[in-house]
């Protein structure tokens, strides 16, 4: 078995258009082929503050499949720590064996979250999308505008955190890294009434946007909510969306946004009836769209397989070179 | 993070009074101490007639914990690989930083099911059983009997398994290594009829010991069924017994051998009742006694804590060595 860490893995793997290709695929998969895929099992460590998630998928016919392990400890940041970390492990599907453990600490959860948003805007929000707004300023903030950046004509982002001297440096950073303008707004109201487009980041356990700000055209990618203490969107939101896009029903329904909104959840759809052509998520300008996102095991069994592959083949390509 | 080979694992760790004496501690743990242990996760690849299965606990005030997948891909037999595999990832409890991967392949999990057999003989069986039944005759039919002798005085074994190549081998390898007299027996009921105690370690999805073989002062222990497909005792057996202990009374009414005896399950009391001493296991020599055993994940957050400790330590000899 063999053991990447973090260093190896960021050599093979950025955030772009192929690694959002392949979580469309990882969606279709799960409509379209057979798949396992267990219920999250969680780990609490209430006395630090701790949790750890797992999650795998295994897909039909595919020649491994991951389990993953995220940990989300909230007193992290006072000991100087990040609170997320994490590895994969990679298994032999015919076998059983374990061929990779991928010690990425979190980060490849981190990449497969961002381009599930990515496909989320792709379907969801209108094509000539050029406003996007955010709503926290963590690492998903930047990862899920970086996401954006990628499939919709993003030029201008209006941006809302809880602490302002983090906005700023949010806008600071995303200015210079993608070469966009950014505003920082004072509530989160500002965002949602100039936005074409928003990103919902944050692990906020109280909904934040409500139905009235809701204009015509308006897309929301909901990404923070994952665990049962956990909303982002009043249900007068979830009421005035036209289509409501999740990708796991079962998992919104428990974790996300349909737990709070649970009389609509007869006419949400999942995101993999959409990528797979069976549905259609936006169908006018005039829409407003919602999807919801809670992580689900076949993105991770997605990204550690191609993160596995593009490891071999970097190692071989050294190899040659170490032969020449 | 770290990460350990079954090479060195098998340097630091082996069936031993000690080991016996940690599991102990993990199943009182499991009443004394508050314990987080969600239930098992399985990832079915049907496909390949595998499974995944996913085992963790945390114990309060611990300073690690681990997660545990351990697989069994009943095809492999015939690809030339032993059917489980599996490995253990310690966990740090303040920081969710994995603290190591113990590619074990699956052997820590088969000696803390052995050492758990053990824990079960020494409180379900008569002081001087000198006279244990194996059915079975795979790799738990070797470490269970190991594990009692470990714990009763032990003179000699009769053992059944349906394949009798298998069971004649089991003989010849178990007379070398444990220096005991072993008979190889035509049938269940032989076994049953001669021995103090029994263990069970098969896969039977059909029950094959009977209630009316019972007799005074017997022992069982089954540890074969762990899956709801699975089942060694009849229900007329777990009738018979004066006293039924299970591991988790949860995992045996859903895994384990209370599934077909869901009567009994109220009388049935927990390992950990017993060890801690708030409850008796057996009270006399007449008593038909039973032990169910699962598998749960405090056992594997113990071996785990328990190896990497004595790595370290190994390791730290190694270096001192070194620099003399």
Redesign the interface.
Known sequence: ?R?F?RKDIEKVIRLDTDLIKKMETAFTSLVEKET?M??I????????N?E?D?K???I??EDS?A?K?S???F??PA?G?PSA???M?L?N??????LA?L?DEGRLTDLRTAAAGAVAAQYGSRENSRIAGILGTGSQARLQLQALTLVRPIEQVFVYGRKREKALEYKQEMEQELGLQLTVCDSVQQVVGQSDLIVTTTPSKEPFIYGDWMRPGLHITAMGSDAEHKQELDASVMEKADVIVCDVKAQSVRLGELRSSLKEQDRAIELGEVTSGRQLFRQSDKEITICDLTGTGVQDTAIARHVYHRLLAWEGVTDERREV
């Open positions: 078995m053991l860490e396992t267990p219920p099992m969680r780990v609490d460590v209430p006395d630090h701790g750890v797992i795998s998928a295994y039909k016919g499949f389990v392990l940990s989300g400890f007193n992290n000991l720590l970390n994490g590895l492990i298994i599907s015919l076998t059983g064996e374990p453990v010690a």
